[in-house]
């Protein structure tokens, strides 16, 4: 209870379980990645794409995304960061690369890891394509691929492809 | 520095479920779409956007983050929120108008209540050294308050399921209210404790639910509502936190915000308190001073839907629409936040 | 329910199996797996997701294991509740606070005059908590009282086990019981026991 100091600290540990619904705009995306298939939502009023389709909500126009719009497999890395630090639980080697990638036919990237290259070959502009888990451990969640991994296209230069801004 | 006239000039509420599945910006977005309908305004035209909401109840760090998606924030606007009811919202809202760098605002607010176990979830902001820990519930609390008021004969439990029978009745009125009934109070009297002494007729029913205002200033005001709900006082005060160190048979935050909203200066027509617990309208009736021709919660009041985050504010939109329909003059509307009536918030309004 | 599934190994199927505790109407989606081990065919099984018609629903657990420092004159309190002895401090208008207050709620002063007092006290507000939930005091139907320490002035709030709402009132006399481990915190101080009579 006492520490060095002489002041006391107090384990108190709070727990909560709550009921989660997705909602019934994500359904479309979550049955897909069931299915082995990346499912965005284009906006009726912006047109664009959204992967993940965040609450099936516009952020731009506050419109319901309409319209299912199948995206990837493959995307761009369009930035990436080298992780040297190590966290609790932690599984993957150091140093790893988190990426945002932008699947092909969606208009805002999503995270994910990437692997198979060095750390130091990532870059902004690389083609990668997911690697999926084993399917006997596919769920609703992007956690059915295991990471991304390079495809060896040629690099793709940002803001020539899906009218992105 | 002469304080601005400012007003509600538009209300939407979204009718009150429980395990809801959609959502909160789902909930949310449609309710504030109806509103810009209603009052006939854009997102552009909204100078000033306030959220009231909690993370705790939604189980997710800056939940209230992802419901600026239900607003629409392209072209970059002016937002803000509070880790609390609707009404506090509609508070930082006011002040905002106050200062002159914005004209109109909209303030919403959102709860599913349901979506988590709420009675033990409330009880996680108080003292985390020396209650939190024991893991009272909300109930619990408002039971220890409703015990000493009973004890100290400040009420009576037929006065409590009186105010139950009342509010549950008029809730068969209103399309947002989730606990309807027509139980007389005998019936009422008869059922078991569920929190000794309270029963659950005598606390709120939790329900998923979200709502939002509109406030304008002066001639901006007038244009957008026929009757607009003009804000005439407006107050909130806080309690110790120290449950034992404050009165458990009177509210002294309450008394003080009605006196400085300027309750007393004239009849209220309608007050739309926000009570959780039966004892609680009879504590904060008798702490503004409230006389017999005061209707009380026409609406139902909290009792008979409690989204929590957004039930303050619900008080505010009730209110304001007995202005706008022409039925009320002179109204208050309350919000209360915290174990046994801790903080309370008033609000006094009237038609031209 | 039946469902059939390819018993060879490593094989599974999905199953849906209706649970309420996803939330009211809910159905489960598991995986089933079959494995041969040593000849004897073991079947366990995953779930894989639940939904509420064709919403998808799971269960978030959210935790925190917060260690809090308390400062200096809470530590003394804790460490003297973790030895079994009850110490207050006085307000600066007299008024004895248990558990003690740092700084005056009225005033802001800070406070610094420790008074000791006894392990009884005085129930001055109760409620009954007839379905106990997982981390409070006791297991079993007890009251939540507000309770003023014998030398105190401001009461505090602690459970007593009263064993049936009839056997607790406003007055009601209660004794500390001590937890037997006290690793820390107002919980060592297990609940209070009725020592009959109501003053």
């Known amino acids: 209870m006492s520490e060095a100091d002489g002041l006391v600290r107090l384990r108190q540990p709070i727990g909560v379980t709550y009921n989660w619904s997705a909602g019934p705009n994500a359904t479309s995306h979550l049955a897909g990645l069931i299915a082995g298939k990346f499912i965005g939502k284009r906006c009726p009023s912006c047109a664009l794409v959204y992967f993940p389709p965040r609450n099936g909500v516009c952020p731009k126009c506050a419109k319901i995304l309409a319209g299912d719009v199948e995206v990837g497999p493959k995307g761009t890395i369009t930035t990436f960061c080298i992780v040297n630090v190590p966290f609790l639980g932690q599984k993957i080697k150091l140093p790893y690369v988190a990426a945002q990638i932008l699947l092909d036919g969606a208009d805002i990237s999503m995270q994910h890891l990437i692997q198979e290259c060095e750390a130091e070959d990532v870059r902004i502009g690389m083609r990668v394509e997911p690697v999926w888990k084993d399917k006997s451990e596919w769920g609703p969640s992007l956690e059915n691929i295991q990471h991304f991994r390079p495809t060896g296209e040629p690099d793709r230069v940002m803001g020539t492809e899906s009218g992105a801004s | 520095m002469a304080l601005r006239d400012i007003a509600i000039v538009g209300t939407a509420q979204r009718p009150s479920e429980v395990n809801s599945t959609f959502t909160s910006v789902e909930i949310l977005l449609p309710v504030i779409q109806q509103l810009l309908d209603k009052v006939g305004i854009e997102r552009s035209d909204i100078g000033f956007w306030c959220h009231g909401s909690c993370d705790y109840m939604s189980g997710q760090p800056f939940s209230f983050v992802s419901a600026v998606d239900a607003i629409g924030a392209w072209p970059p606007i002016v937002e803000s929120h509070v880790e609390a009811d609707g009404a506090l919202a509609l508070y930082e809202a006011w002040v905002k108008i106050q200062t002159g760098e914005v004209d109109v605002a909209l303030v919403f607010s959102n709860g599913k209540t349901t979506s988590g176990p709420i009675d033990q979830i409330l009880s996680l902001q108080t003292d985390p050294y020396m209650v939190a820990p024991l893991k009272p519930g909300f109930d619990a609390l408002a039971a220890l308050q409703a015990r000493a008021c009973l004890d100290a004969g400040v009420v009576t439990e037929r006065q409590m399921a009186e105010v139950a029978s009342r509010s549950r009745r008029d809730a068969n009125n209103n399309a947002i209210a989730f606990t309807k009934g027509n139980e007389s109070v005998e019936e009422l009297l008869a059922m078991p404790y569920t929190m000794n002494p309270l029963r659950a007729h005598d606390c709120a029913t939790p329900v998923d639910g979200c709502n939002a205002v509109v406030l304008a200033a002066g001639d901006i005001a007038r244009r957008l509502a026929t009757r607009p709900a003009w804000i005439r006082g407006i107050d909130h005060r806080i309690d110790t936190q120290r449950l034992g160190a404050r009165s458990m048979t009177e509210s002294s935050s309450a008394a003080i915000a009605a006196q400085k909203a300027g309750v007393g200066k004239d009849r209220i027509d309608v007050a739309e308190l926000h009570a959780p617990y039966t004892h609680q309208e009879l504590l904060l009736r008798k702490a503004m001073g409230l006389s017999e021709s005061t209707h009380i919660n026409p609406s139902g009041g909290a009792l008979v839907a409690n989204p929590a985050m957004a039930a303050g504010l619900a008080r505010f939109a009730e209110a304001a629409e007995s202005i706008f329909a022409g039925s009320a003059d002179r109204v208050l509307a309350h919000c209360t936040s915290g174990p046994m009536l801790q903080q309370n918030l008033v609000c006094v309004m009237e038609g031209e | ?199």
């Not at chain 3, 996803?22 to 598991?30: L, Q, T, Y």
């Not at chain 3, 800070?110 to 001055?124: A, H, K, N, P």
């Open chain 3, 1 to 199: 329910m039946t469902r059939h599934c390819d018993t060879s190994n490593n094989s599974s199927v999905k199953v849906e199996a209706s649970r309420e505790e996803f939330g009211a109407g809910s159905v489960v989606v598991m995986s089933i797996r079959c494995r041969w081990r040593d000849k004897k065919l073991v079947v366990s099984g995953t779930t894989s997701h639940a939904m509420v018609g064709d919403v998808f629903v799971a269960p978030l657990e959210v935790s925190y294991p917060y260690k809090r420092t308390v400062g200096t004159l809470l530590s003394r309190f804790f460490t003297s509740l973790s030895e079994c002895r009850l110490e207050g401090t006085r307000g600066s208008d007299g008024r004895v606070y248990f558990p003690p207050a740092e700084f005056d709620p009225v005033t802001g002063v800070q406070l610094t005059e420790w008074v000791s007092l006894s392990d009884t006290g005085t129930v001055s507000t109760w409620a009954w908590q007839s379905a106990p939930v997982e981390g409070q005091p006791l297991a079993h139907p007890f009251a939540w009282a507000l309770i003023t320490i014998d030398g105190a002035d401001v009461p505090m709030l602690h459970a007593v086990d009263a064993g049936s709402p009839d056997n607790i009132a406003t007055g009601t006399k209660v004794k500390v019981r001590w937890a037997e481990e006290r690793p820390g915190g107002v919980t060592d101080i297990a609940c209070f026991d009725v020592v009959g009579g109501v003053s």
